[in-house]
């Protein structure tokens, strides 16, 4: 038992981290460098702990999310090694690279890499300086590449790649006009050119069975089809303009009079440089479609702005009644800042997070399940053992022993892979320090930091917040509400 014990303090752990560099990869780069990684650990007998993974993210610089994650979680000092498939998937920059192993061996951690073996002498520290400055030096000279070959193809007037502009086909590289859609292109611009708003030529194009893609047209489609320079044979990368790509269809003169009505639009709606805050955050408590800015004209003539929810928009026969922009926007942000200002408040988000964290730690099943499998193997190895010593064998008391054994073993593998999981654990101070810097940002930011959703009734609303620990709520699905008021005819609940 005590030789058993021995070596199971000695097993090393680690986690895997995995990386990706661009949309033109997919996730069997991932499977590849993660199977590749586990062969590695079970030959050298390292216990994988986690995975942290960053996808589509380049190693030229640090802002990669799972990364940064992986960085802040070494200083809870759970494990101690940083494996990788190569060491540029960990940074394809020296310096960073330099840096954040620096940071990383602080708090106690190595970088491995399963391919490259790198030995623990002082020509290792020559060898690992030397790839990771060639590392660094093949991803600027690749960057230089593929920026020389994407010009070289914009030059020859060869189409990049991507979605194709409707009223154009493509044929061996070459973008030419669609006859068969160019005056549904035409047809649009010189409609809105004459007046006709964008939701009538919408309607015009419904009647007439014209779709983009198999759909009905989308007014935010339109709106990017008036805006877009190539109707009109012109291609801008960065400073540079090329004329030989899209051939023109629309006219210099209707262009600019289409530009020249323009206003802005914000979210697909017309709503004259006016930015509401909460769209894409309201769902309607009644039909569950989201609720969109919209604008419309009073009696007056004065632009009005307003929330309307979809489904009543597209005529599924929800009677949510429409409602002011400023007069919902006001009173949503006065709750939001008074709320999360107060202290008595804050205490109670605190305290509930921590103790649903404990909660949770706790019910663990499958640890618990596991810890139980494994007191049982141990009471049956101590019964076996306790037989041998009064002299009780049999031709299957090795067997039994050596199963018994391995099987604790085993269990103890699963039972730290399984603690590893909710070792990541938030603390009061980091709770009330993302409140704190969530508080001080601007009034959009702080709304896409700190709120999931809204759902809206004509005299209720229910705020869903982002917060630190809020995968950890008790009820798991629908979290605890913290705050309840009325405020300006409305019910107000906060939840996490």
């Known amino acids: 038992m005590e030789k058993r014990n021995s070596q199971s303090n000695q097993l090393k752990t680690a986690v895997i981290y995995a990386r990706y560099s661009s949309d033109n990869q997919t996730e069997q780069s991932i499977e590849g460098q993660l199977r590749v990684c586990n062969e590695y650990a079970e030959k ?64 106690g951690v190595k970088v491995l890499s399963a391919c490259e073996q790198i030995p623990e002498t002082p020509e290792g520290i020559i060898l690992e300086s030397m790839l990771e400055g060639m590392n660094q030096y093949f991803s600027a000279e690749l960057s230089q590449k593929v920026k020389r070959g994407m010009r070289e193809t914009r030059l020859k007037g060869h189409f990049q790649g991507g979605s194709l502009l409707y009223g154009y086909k493509l044929i061996d590289k070459k973008i030419y006009i669609d006859e068969e859609k160019v005056e549904i292109v035409r047809f649009i611009f010189e409609q809105y050119a004459n007046g006709v708003e964008v939701k009538y030529i919408r309607k015009q194009l419904d009647e007439k069975g014209v779709t983009h893609k198999g759909k009905p047209f989308a007014q935010s489609t339109l709106y990017r089809m008036l805006r877009n320079e190539k109707y009109i044979g012109i291609f801008r990368h960065q400073d540079e303009i090329f004329d030989n790509i899209y051939p023109q269809i629309i006219s210099n003169e209707l262009f600019e009079k289409v530009k020249s009505k323009q206003t802005c639009y914000k979210f697909g709606k017309k709503s004259v440089s006016v930015e509401y805050l909460f769209c894409r955050k309201i769902k309607c408590g009644y039909c569950g479609k989201s609720i969109n800015a919209d604008s419309g004209t009073s009696h007056t003539g004065a632009i009005m702005h307003y929330y309307k929810c979809n489904g009543r928009k597209l005529n599924h026969n929800c ?75 049999s031709n299957n008391t090795n ?40 508080l001080s940002l601007e009034i959009k930011p702080l709304i896409n930091v700190l709120i999931k959703e809204i759902v809206l009734y004509d005299d209720k609303m229910t705020i869903y917040y982002k917060m630190l620990g809020s995968n950890i709520s008790p009820d798991g699905s629908q979290g605890f509400c913290f705050y309840t008021e009325e405020r300006s005819g409305y019910i107000i609940e906060m939840l996490i």
């Open 44 to 107: 050298e007998k390292i216990i994988i702990v986690g995975t942290y993974i960053d996808r589509a993210m380049t190693g030229t610089n640090d802002h990669r999310p799972d990364f940064q994650r992986m960085i802040k979680d070494s200083a809870k000092r759970k494990w101690d090694y940083v494996l990788v498939y190569k060491l540029d998937r960990f940074s394809r920059n020296k310096y960073e690279s330099s840096n954040y192993k620096h940071i990383l061996k602080n708090n």
């Open 319 to 393: 009677n949510k009644s429409t409602v002011g922009k400023d007069y919902i926007e006001q009173i949503i942000v006065n709750s939001i800042m008074e709320a999360l200002s107060n202290e008595k408040i804050i205490k109670d988000i605190v305290k509930r997070l921590l103790d649903a964290q404990k909660e949770l730690a706790n019910n663990n099943v499958i640890l618990n399940m596991l810890t139980s499998e494994k007191k049982k193997a141990e009471t049956a190895l101590d019964n076996l053992i306790k037989a041998l010593e009064r002299g009780i064998m």
């Open 399 to 438: 067997k039994r022993l050596n199963e018994l054994e391995n099987t604790i073993e085993e269990l103890e593998r699963k039972i730290l892979i399984e603690k590893s999981k909710s070792t990541v654990e938030i603390t009061e101070q980091e709770i009330r320090s993302f409140i704190q810097n969530a």
